[in-house]
């Protein structure tokens, strides 16, 4: 848990310099955080695709997912940072994008750690609201379906699932056919805290299975 902690200090520089308007200062702690805890430049990191991060993280796979949330974290304030100062002009579309993926990577990694469920899921929310729907790839919406589900956010994950549907993604039916045969097994509480109603979970069913009644 050292990075994570590396992190929560680098985060307190930064924001105490983001209230002050000192976004500069702010930037600079943004970049040394990523090169003291993971030996990775900022403008590496902005340059390289999400799929190119994700290639170079996994050479230490020990690693690799705690890394993945301190990049998108960190990439994140700096693309925020970066709306804040000369480049508030600029599409920031893809880096907001790049973060996201990175979270959705990281975080199931983690899955186990709810400290780190909690302290990045409304990262991720702001994230996926932030994000114009329609800049999302298939993949990218399968991530976010797997992660609405992880975080217990069923109706959320239904609602990208039947998107997923009408996209034709591979093997949708299958994995929707699986989905809602998970949540039959679960109490009813559990499904209200999810946002969804066991008769929403056998209408979901019905439409997978391609069963109407």
């Known amino acids: 848990m050292r990075m994570i902690d590396q992190l929560a200090k680098v985060l307190a520089k930064v924001i105490f ?7 500069d200062a702010a930037f600079n702690e943004v970049e040394n ?22 290639s170079l993280l996994s050479l230490n796979k020990e690693s690799a997912g705690i890394k993945c949330i301190i990049i998108a974290k960190l990439l994140k304030e700096g693309t925020e940072l970066k709306a804040l100062g000369k ?20 975080i199931p990694k983690n899955k186990d750690d709810k400290e780190i469920l909690a302290a990045y899921d409304p990262d991720v929310d ?17 991530k976010v379906f797997k992660y609405y589900e992880l975080q217990n956010k069923f109706g959320q994950a239904s609602n990208e699932l039947f998107k997923l549907k009408s996209l034709g993604y591979d093997n949708i039916n299958i994995e929707g056919i699986r989905f809602y045969e ?11 805290k999810g946002n ?10 019905n439409e997978f299975t391609n069963k109407y009644v």
Do not use: C, M, W
């Open 17 to 23: 310099n983001k209230e002050n308007n000192n976004y």
């Open 33 to 54: 955080g990523l090169n003291n805890i993971v030996g990775l430049d900022y403008n590496l990191i902005s340059a390289l695709s999400d799929k190119d991060i994700l």
């Open 87 to 106: 480049s508030q002009s600029a599409d920031l579309t893809y880096d907001y994008l790049k973060s996201l993926n990175l979270y959705l990577e990281g």
């Open 126 to 142: 702001e994230l996926i609201n932030k994000i114009e729907q329609h800049n999302f790839s298939p993949e990218i919406r399968y």
């Open 182 to 192: 998970r949540l039959k097994e679960l109490k009813d509480d559990e499904l209200k």
């Open 196 to 205: 969804i109603t066991r008769e929403e979970v056998q209408k979901g069913l």
